[in-house]
C-alpha cells in the first residue's frame, strides 16, 4: 500500500525554466510534508517542508504548494538550474508518531 | 560529529552470511530511522526508534532483519542468512522529532551486496 506516490519516474527541464515536481498522498492523518533532494552515492538531503496548516512555503527557488483537498503536493524550482539534476523525494508524517513515509522519487534532469 | 555517519559504506558478502550495519546518529536526536532503497527503487521505511518508545518494525521484511540503538546513540542493522534481494543501499536517518518539525538527516548509506 502505497501512502505517498509520486508517479513521474522522471522529468527533464530547460536551464532558467521551472521545475514541477509532483506528489499525491492517500493518508489524510498526515499532517507534515517534507521534500528530499538525493544526488548519487549519496544520501537525501533535506529541501524544504510544509506543515498541512498551510498551503505554501517558499524557500529562495523553491516553493512547495498543498492542496489538502486533493491530497496534492508539488514543489516548484523556479529558474531550473543544472545543478538541480537529482532525484526529489516526497515524505510524509502523521502527528501520531514521526516516522517519515516516502515516495518513490522522481528524477529531474535540467538541460543547459 | 557533524552527521550521521554510516559503517561500512561498502559491503560485499556472501549468500548465507550474517552482516551488521552500523549508524552513529547526530548527538542529541532522539529519532533514528533505517531505509534501503533497491536499484531503481524508492525508500523503503524499515525501522524507527523514537526515545524510549517500542521501536516501530513494522517495515522489517522478515525475521532475518533486526535492529537495536542503545539508549539514544548507535544502532546497529542486522541481517542474518542474506539472500541476494537483500543488496541495496541501507541508510539511516535521525531527527530531533520536536513537535511540529521532523526534518530527519541522512547518512551516506552502506552498500550491500550478497553474491
Known amino acids: 500500500d502505497q501512502q505517498v506516490k509520486q508517479n513521474s519516474p522522471s522529468l527533464s527541464v530547460q536551464e532558467g525554466r521551472i521545475s514541477i515536481l509532483n506528489c499525491d498522498y492517500t493518508n489524510s492523518m498526515f499532517d507534515y510534508f517534507l521534500w528530499y533532494k538525493k544526488y548519487p552515492a549519496e544520501g537525501p538531503t533535506f529541501l524544504i517542508s510544509?506543515?498541512?496548516?498551510?498551503d505554501k512555503n517558499e524557500d529562495g527557488r523553491f516553493t512547495v504548494f498543498l492542496n489538502k483537498s486533493a491530497k496534492h503536493l508539488s514543489l516548484h524550482i523556479v529558474p531550473s538550474q543544472p545543478g538541480d539534476s537529482a532525484v526529489y523525494f516526497c515524505a510524509a508524517r502523521t502527528g501520531a508518531t514521526n516516522k517519515l513515509i516516502f515516495g518513490t522519487g522522481t528524477l529531474l534532469a535540467v538541460q543547459p | 560529529g557533524a552527521g550521521v555517519s554510516q559503517s561500512p559504506s561498502n559491503k560485499v558478502t556472501e549468500k548465507g552470511k550474517d552482516v551488521e550495519l552500523r549508524c552513529d546518529p547526530i548527538s542529541g536526536h532522539t529519532a533514528l530511522y533505517w531505509y534501503r532503497q533497491r536499484l531503481g527503487q524508492g525508500l523503503e521505511f524499515l525501522i524507527y526508534?523514537?526515545?524510549?518508545?517500542?521501536?516501530?518494525k513494522s517495515g522489517l521484511p522478515s525475521d532475518r532483519f533486526s535492529a537495536e540503538r542503545t539508549g539514544e546513540s548507535v544502532s546497529t542493522l542486522t541481517i542474518q542468512r542474506t539472500q541476494q534481494e537483500d543488496s541495496a543501499v541501507y541508510l539511516c536517518?535521525?531527527?530531533?522529532?520536536?513537535?511540529?518539525?521532523?526534518?530527519?538527516?541522512f547518512g551516506q548509506g552502506t552498500r550491500l551486496t550478497v553474491v
Open positions: 526508534f523514537q526515545g524510549n518508545s517500542a521501536p516501530d
Open positions: 510544509i506543515s498541512s496548516i498551510k
Open positions: 536517518a535521525s531527527s530531533l522529532a520536536v513537535l511540529g518539525r521532523t526534518e530527519a538527516f
